[in-house]
């Protein structure tokens, strides 16, 4: 004989949903303490160096091939004073965009 539930009858027990609040919230805590961890982390070291930190790739000394590019932009001072120091941020922001395409079209990185 099949059991009978009536409309309302719950679905799961009380000592059920306890277990499944208590598994969520565990759940959650643990999620939240490696999104966190990644997160730091990534501002530390900067992007894309978890992954090969934890394969112990920087672990034995590797040579290799780098180029190093300092920046000046040209009157500089005279241009922040015309535009402003919100607009001038914005404009130091739009050049390292078009620095990152090229960047990104080469597989290249910014150190710092």
């Not at 409309?7 to 565990?26: D, G, R």
């Amino acid at each position: 004989m099949a059991p009978s539930f009536s409309k309302y009858s719950p679905v799961l027990s009380e000592a059920n949903w306890i277990n499944l609040f208590l598994t969520i919230v565990i759940y959650s805590f643990f999620m939240i303490l490696i999104i966190t961890f990644i997160i730091q982390v990534n501002k530390k070291y900067g992007p894309g160096v978890l992954l090969p930190l934890l394969l112990g790739k920087y672990r034995e000394p590797k040579e290799e091939e780098r180029i190093f590019m300092f920046m000046d932009l040209k009157s500089s001072t005279s241009i922040a004073e015309e535009l402003g120091h919100i607009k001038y941020s914005g404009f130091i922001r739009d050049s390292f965009m078009d620095i990152n395409r090229m960047l990104n079209l080469y597989n290249a990185e910014v150190y710092q």
